[in-house]
């Protein structure tokens, strides 16, 4: 471009400033350097001159020098103690805007891009030269020269013509630099395909304004480099990043899905039917005969709690709800979860079988990115906050593993410390977990509890756990029969699987949740109050007599939560006593299935947080008790002798027997000798 060119393109910026941006540009002076851009909407610049705006498009660089080359030219008055006004330019709203990753080519290079994307990967900070300073050796004739884009480092001294200049980093100016990596949004990815990637190249006032697991708009110039992985002495290959010039968060949750005045009407409508609670409970997995405790927890989570809501101290207090299926095989937990997910217009499914701790949560590690420095990288758990979160395979996953999803779980956070880097991201994420018995399959004349292959530290931090097994039923098997086949003739003819009156439009189903999660705030009531009360006192007095613990508070929160989220269905600002109802029939049916012992008939949340009854722990310690007896004065007893004691003690012979082969196999009982048992650590 001319000079000519771009001094009319100076000229016609100095115009739109002062005509339209005065303001604006007034703003961040008032607040510089503190605030160092003046953001300047695309459609505002397209209104005043079309012809500028086209060729932004065309060549971003040139214009925006321009735009920056105008803030200098304007006769501004500057505040005290502000000596040098020269703030970016940094458009954003271009067209286009809904372009994915994967389509743009090497056309676009050099042009302005616009797209969105979720945040995968992000570096610490480093500092990029942006005036470097040169010192020759042999004269001492000192240079300052501007880094531009294309800069090759001078070698020779323009003075004395020798090889001998060298920088001096003291005396160079450097800006900040960080480079992030987006890829496209999860939901805008055709099945199977794997999400194309783009790297950003983010400066100054940018800086740190990215997350792991943010979804964002970017919009820059698309430029190349050379490839990395390249053998050739020649580079042919080259790789593509984003000089960024702006870049606004995005909330990809229901927050985001847009509803017109007719959505608004429609849903308030729908929320006057007598049964549109029951609507909403049938419309989840639709195609899924029976188990409408199930599909009554799915869309509770989907509606989630009262959000923002502070206890003492500032503490956040959770409002969504965490489920997990635990069921023999063969019974639809893996379409359960694709259901859920289905319904959230931001979800992330993964399985146990192929994913680590660090894939769940996040983690530090070396990368390219930042030149073989650390960069941050978000998990499934964080890409999905705002939305859910479904675990397949639960059972699959490592202890060590599943020991990163404590934090998640209850705070909502996820911590990073290595290599230097500390850091918390937000992973404010509705997890729906599915898994297998132990065995395989559960036997029903055991605890189920006790067949849970998930460790009680992580079971309590789910509000309700569903064991779903496969009883043989007759009747119910041939209801499931005539269900399931006639649900694929149906489909065969074109028909909708799972179709009924009561079932809602998915589209419609999800703006009313949207709705509802956006605008009502439902606070609990003194009836609604009483009545989780009066559920958990009960429960208490239950477990005195027994010396077992039946419930915890932690189940109140959760009460409390899941009655928040029905009052949402109704978008009822309040919590009333039918929703107290609801959610107290679910946890109760819940604590029946789960934390009833087998041998007391009564509940018993140690099941859970412990992983055994009370019942169970005592006879542990009645064995344990018997062995420190008798090993007092030796350091072995007959194996026999002790069980014959155990009998007297009260425990029949098979329990007695069972209980201590669970000790040996847990390493606290061993066999000194054939029919002499001793405890570990006993001298």
């Not at 489920?323 to 023999?328: Q, S, T």
Request: contains cysteine; charged residues 30%; negative net charge.
């Amino acid at each position: 471009m001319g000079e000519q060119d771009l001094t009319s393109l100076v000229s016609v910026f100095e115009d739109f400033f002062t005509s339209i941006y005065k303001d604006k540009i007034n703003i961040v002076l008032a607040s510089y350097p503190t605030v160092r851009s003046i953001n300047v909407d695309f459609q505002d610049l397209d209104k005043f001159d079309t012809t500028v705006a086209d060729q932004l498009l065309s060549e971003p660089e040139v214009v925006t020098e321009a735009a920056e080359e105008a803030i200098q030219q304007m006769k501004l008055s500057l505040p005290p103690g502000v000596g040098d006004f020269r703030p970016h330019v940094r458009f954003y709203n271009a067209p286009n805007a809904e372009v994915m990753i994967e389509k743009l080519s090497s056309k676009r290079l050099n042009e302005l891009v616009c797209f969105k994307g979720i945040v995968t990967k992000r570096t610490d900070v480093m500092h990029k030269v942006k005036k470097a300073h040169y010192t020759c050796q042999a004269c001492g004739e000192q240079y300052n020269v501007l880094v531009t884009r294309n800069f090759k480092p001078p070698r020779m001294c323009t003075a004395c013509k020798k090889l001998a200049l060298v920088p001096n980093e003291e005396k160079s100016e450097f800006t900040d630099m960080q480079k992030a990596e987006v890829q496209d949004l999860l939901e805008k990815v055709s099945g199977g395909a794997p999400a194309a990637k783009m790297e950003l190249w983010i400066e100054d006032d940018l800086v740190n304004h990215i997350t792991p697991g943010e979804n964002i708009q970017v919009t820059g110039i698309m430029r190349i480099k050379p490839s990395q992985n390249t053998r050739q002495k020649t580079e042919l290959v080259f790789n593509r990043y984003v000089e960024v010039l702006h870049v606004e968060s995005l909330k990809r949750d229901f927050e985001e899905i847009t509803l017109t005045k007719e959505d608004v009407q429609r849903i308030k409508e729908m929320s006057r039917q007598k049964d549109i609670t029951e609507r909403i409970f049938a419309s989840i997995a639709p195609a899924i005969y029976g188990y409408k405790e199930v599909k009554k927890a799915l869309a509770l989570q989907l509606f989630g709690g009262t959000k923002g809501k502070m206890m003492r101290g500032d503490a956040a207090v959770r409002d969504d709800i965490h489920i997990l299926l635990i069921g023999d095989p063969g019974i639809a937990k893996t379409r359960f979860l694709n259901s859920a997910a289905a319904l959230a217009p931001k979800s992330m499914y993964v399985s146990g079988k192929s994913v680590s701790g660090v894939g769940l949560t996040a983690s530090a590690e070396k990368d390219e990115l930042g030149d073989g420095g650390w960069t941050l990288k978000a998990g499934a758990l964080v890409l999905a906050s705002g939305g859910v979160g479904a675990i397949d395979e639960f059972d699959k996953i490592d202890d060590e593993d599943r020991a990163s999803l404590h934090e998640v779980m209850e705070s909502q956070t996820v911590s990073i410390a290595k290599a230097g880097i500390v850091a918390k991201f937000r992973a404010k994420t509705a997890i729906v977990a599915a898994a297998n018995p132990k065995h395989g399959r559960f036997n029903q004349t055991k605890n189920l509890a006790d067949q849970f292959d998930v460790p009680p530290s992580l079971l309590s931090r789910f509000d309700l756990l569903f064991p779903i097994l496969d009883v043989l039923d007759e009747e119910k098997d041939l209801s499931l029969a005539e269900h399931i086949l006639s649900s694929h003739i149906g489909a065969a003819k074109g028909m909708i699987i799972g179709e009924d009156e009561k079932v809602m439009d998915r589209d419609i189903l999800r703006k009313y949740i949207a709705y509802a999660r956006r605008y009502v705030r439902p606070v609990l009531t003194d009836s609604a109050k009483d009545r989780i009360k009066e559920f958990y006192l009960d429960l208490r007095r239950r477990g005195k007599s027994s010396g077992s613990v039946p419930i915890t508070p932690r189940y109140l929160e959760g009460l409390v939560r899941l009655s928040e989220a029905h009052a949402k269905m109704r978008l009822s600002e309040t919590v009333e006593l039918v929703d107290a109802e609801v959610s107290v029939g679910l946890l109760d049916y819940v604590l029946k299935k789960v934390l009833t012992d087998q041998e007391t008939g009564r509940f018993d949340v140690d099941i859970i947080t412990t992983g055994k009854a009370r019942s169970q722990v005592e006879k542990i310690e009645t064995l344990l008790d018997i062995l420190r007896e008798k090993t007092r004065e030796q350091e072995a007893v007959p194996r026999q002798e002790v069980l014959d004691e155990a009998e007297s003690a009260g425990l029949d012979a098979a329990t007695a027997k069972r209980v201590l082969t669970e000790l040996m196999r847990k390493g606290e009982v061993y066999e000194k000798e054939p029919g002499w048992i001793a405890l570990v650590g006993n001298k």
